[in-house]
């Protein structure tokens, strides 16, 4: 019953801006961990930024100063604002939700990115 939906994706301009945020429910969204993964034609699927229940933050050396996770427990939902993107980031990205200490997790159906050089 937990459910998980991207928004946001989208075609945009290399060097150009793109938010994506993640509405969820059916959980208590105050106790999990929040992430987004992204996954390229023929490669896993890599952490590209996560945000603890506490706020604490995690990226990928690759988007490091360029993209930004926030959360927002009141309306449920977490964001990914992403600058300075590359064409090599086309591609699904996806949120994920998972509760500490448990293992159990979520994943929404993903949010198509596509930059244009």
């Known amino acids: 019953q937990v459910q998980l939906v991207e928004s946001g994706g989208g075609l945009v301009q290399a060097g150009g801006p793109l938010r994506l945020s993640c509405t969820t429910s059916g959980s208590v969204f105050r106790f999990n961990d929040m992430g987004w993964y992204r996954q390229a034609p023929g490669n896993q699927r890599e952490l590209v930024a996560r945000?603890?229940?506490?706020?604490?933050?995690t990226y990928a050396d690759s988007v490091k100063g360029r993209f930004t996770i926030s959360r927002d427990n009141a309306k449920t939902a977490v964001y990914l604002q992403m600058s300075s993107l590359k064409p090599e980031e086309t591609t699904v990205y996806y949120c994920?939700?998972?509760?500490?200490?448990?293992?159990?997790?979520?994943w929404g159906p993903g949010t198509k990115v596509s930059v244009s050089s």
């Open positions: 994920e939700q998972g509760l500490p200490g448990t293992g159990w997790g979520s």
């Open positions: 945000i603890t229940t506490n706020r604490i933050i």
